[in-house]
Structures are given as C-alpha cells and as structure tokens.
C-alpha cells in the first residue's frame, strides 16, 4: 500500500540510457533535456529556429549532461500530470563496465538506445546483459531511422534473435532512412507527421490508408504479447474482445516492468523526431521507486537481510555511486536516496568507511542550472557537498542506526587507459 507520504514517487522515473557507442546516446540525451527543460508538447507548433538557436547555446555553454544524475521534468503529452525524470548517466564504453554496472544499481529503467541502420551490436548486447543481471526494465529507441540503411524490422529480429528478449512494437515509423516522416503510435492508433526538417512541428492525424494493414497486424501481436503477461486482457483475448487503450497501456506496463516485454520505439534523435513520444513512453511504461523490489541491505551484527521499501519517512539508506570534483564547489558526492530523507547539515554514518560523516550542502543538477535544496528524499538522487570520505558504493545510513551495508557493487574504479 502507497501511504500518502509515499506519493509522490507515482510520478518519478529514475532511467539510464544505455547504448553502443555511436549509436546516438548523447543526441537522445541532449534531446530529452532539451524538451524536458521546456514546456513544449506534442501539438503545439514551435518555432524552429528558436529551437536550434536554444541547442547551439546550450553547446556552446556546455549542457551538464556530464552530471552523474540529472534531474529533469516532464508533463505527459495530452495530459497535465507532471513528472519527475531523473537521467542517470550510464557510461557506453566497454572499459567502463564496472561503472556501468555501478550505475545499474541507482536506476529503476534504461531505454536501449540502438542505431536501427546496424541492428543490435556487440556493445549492445554486453550493456543488454548487465542490465538483465540487475533486474532492470527496459524500453528500446531504435534511432537513426533516417539514415541510409535504417530499418525497424532489423531491430526487431536482432532484439528477438541476439538478445533473446520479446519485442513490442509500441511503434511503426513511417518511411525509413530519407523518406523517414513520423511515427504511428500502434497502441492508440494515431499517427505523428514531422512538417518541418527540424522537427519541431508535429502534427497528430488518423493512421494513414496505406499503413491500416501493418497497424493491424502489429496491433494484434502486441495485444497478443501483453495478453500473456495479464489474465483479464487473455480472457478478452480468447473472447474476441478488443481492449481499450488504458488496458492494453497496463498489461504492457506490467510486462515491461516484470522484464517480460521491451517496448520497441522509432525517431531520429538528430532530425529531433520521436523524443517526446519517447519521454511519453518512458512515464508509461518504465516503474516508479514504489513499482520496483526494495533494496536489501545486511544488518552486520545478526547478518539478517533487511528491506528498505522506498519511503521518505523510513530509515535513511543511501548509496553514494560517483565522485566527482567540480571546479567551484569542490569533491561533489551524488547519492541516491532509497529510503528516508537526507537533511542537509546532518550527520550521516558511511557503514562502509565506518565513519561519522558531516553532510553539508545538497545539489540537484538540472540541464541547465543546480538547485540547492535542504533535504533530499527517497526515490530522489542528488550531489552531496562537503563529505568527505565517502566512496562510489558506500552506503550511507542514519547516524546512531545499526550498521547495514546496502547490496552493491564495491570494486575498485576501472583504470583508464589513455
Ligand atoms: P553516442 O556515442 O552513443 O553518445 O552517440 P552520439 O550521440 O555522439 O552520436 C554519434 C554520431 O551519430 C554523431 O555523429 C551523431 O550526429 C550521429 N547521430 C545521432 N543520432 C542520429 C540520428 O538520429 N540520425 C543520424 N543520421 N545520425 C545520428
């Protein structure tokens, strides 16, 4: 049961993106903060050139997607319910695969980010893998669909035949590589036009004439797909039934978080097309903090397991998972909160150094701007300032607590190779 202090974690996301290197990671991500940081939606008509004047600057200055964890907000198009979507950076390359897997540990849901012109490459898989290893849902962005040799049904095979993993075609662009003009969305069954070459401007319409067969067809292998995962859409499966979008968007959700199901999605993160129908699949169908198991952590004295559910008003369990040293502020801890609330000027206990520790300032990273705040909560992520022995994969508990250390992944930073 949600209490009502625990409420506000309906509407948190705490993703990754994991890709290949190459495979368009840092346009997807430049992307979502770009329209994050907005209040854009889909339908509203936005004048291109503002746009792209925004993204140079913001290049030029440096956009902090460098942050261990970004937090970023996001109003479900069609709707006015906001979101909170935290964006915590997984590193690509295969050198870095402990800190990979370190970063698997803070997240809650990953997009797969492919290039749909090479299907899925062996980086991919290896990312794939790990995140299979720590139990974490996933939807897939098949980008690049519009350069030459893009095509959607080769990411399908190579997600079905390499990774071994169900596909749902959650979309079907329309046209591919230069002809690549939008996107239809085959679980609501409308269609999305890209009118201008920065895509920028989209225009919602009815599925058009010469694509009604494959939606069908898609239509009826993802109701297929998400009846296997949910009893009541089965029954209407065998019955004949159709569902309503709100069932089928369920049963699919508790197939993408029970790993069963992987939302595949189109665009091109570099003509601006299919990211905020991406951000709206992200809030869809990947868990909140209260849809996914609680961390376990072992007492020491009795070496009992103990569970911290995320609540605010629970236990503090945080895990410190990067270090970073900043210019002004100094060595800048990023933590997540998995339950209880870190205050900022209090004392924490690090039961991994097995030391009394002062937190002093507290940072949440937007794209483009800090926000100091006074406390952080569970589900929430942040950089702490002013710690100063913590380590990546200490855990932080409160002062005074028995000493737990949280289920991690205490291995050395890779060392990099120039
Ligand atoms: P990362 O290594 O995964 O972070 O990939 P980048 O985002 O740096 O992209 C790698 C290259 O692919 C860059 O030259 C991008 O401009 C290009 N790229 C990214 N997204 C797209 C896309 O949607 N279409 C095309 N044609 N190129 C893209």
Redesign the pocket.
């Given at each position: 049961m949600t209490t009502k202090a625990q409420s506000y974690l309906t509407h948190f996301r705490n993703i990754g993106i994991a890709?290949h290197?190459?495979?368009?990671?840092?346009?997807t991500t430049e992307r979502i903060l770009y329209y994050t940081g907005r209040t854009h939606n889909i339908g509203e008509v936005h004048d291109g050139a503002a746009t792209m004047d925004w993204m140079e600057q913001e290049r030029e200055r440096g956009i902090t997607i460098t942050a261990a964890a970004t937090t970023a907000k996001w109003t479900r198009s069609g709707t006015e319910q906001e979101y909170v979507v935290n964006i915590i950076d997984t590193p690509?390359h295969v050198d870095f695969t402990i800190e990979v897997e370190r970063s698997m540990r803070v997240l809650d849901g990953a997009v797969a980010?492919f290039d749909s012109s090479q299907g899925v490459e062996p980086q991919s898989e290896t990312v794939w893998r790990q995140a299979d290893r720590y139990g974490v849902p996933r939807i897939a962005f098949s980008?690049?669909m519009?350069?030459t040799g893009a095509s959607f049904e080769l990411v399908l095979s190579d997600i079905r035949e390499r990774l071994g993993a169900i596909p749902a075609p959650i979309q079907y662009p329309m046209g591919q590589e230069s002809e690549f003009k939008g996107i239809i969305d085959i679980v609501r069954q409308r269609a999305y036009t890209y009118t201008n070459d920065l895509g920028t401007e989209i225009q919602e319409h009815d599925v058009p004439a010469e694509y009604a067969d494959k939606v069908t067809e898609m239509r009826a292998a993802l109701i297929e797909a998400a009846a296997e995962v949910d009893e009541d859409l089965m029954m209407m499966y065998l019955e004949g039934e159709e569902p309503s979008v709100e069932q089928l968007v369920a049963a699919l959700r508790k197939g993408t978080i029970e790993k069963k199901i992987f939302p595949v999605l189109c665009g091109?993160?570099?003509?601006n097309k299919g990211v905020q129908l991406l951000l709206d699949a992200v809030v869809d169908y990947l868990p909140s903090p209260l849809e996914v198991p609680a961390i376990k952590g072992k007492i020491e004295d009795t070496e009992d397991t103990i569970e911290f559910p995320a609540d605010p008003e629970g236990k503090l369990a945080a895990l410190a998972f990067k270090i970073m040293a900043d210019p002004y502020v100094g060595r800048l801890t990023f933590v997540r909160i998995y339950s209880g609330t870190l205050q900022s000027g209090s004392y924490v206990y690090n039961a991994s150094k097995e030391k009394r520790e002062r937190v002093g300032r507290l940072l949440k990273m937007h794209a483009n701007s800090r926000e100091e705040v006074t406390e952080l909560k569970a589900g929430e992520l942040g950089a702490v300032i002013g710690l100063k022995d913590a380590g990546t994969g200490n855990t932080l508990i409160g002062d005074g607590d028995d000493k737990v250390l949280l289920e991690s992944i205490d291995v050395p930073e890779p060392v990099i190779k120039l």
């Open positions: 890709a290197i190459d495979a368009g990671k840092t346009t690509g980010v980008n690049k519009d350069k091109s993160a570099l003509k």
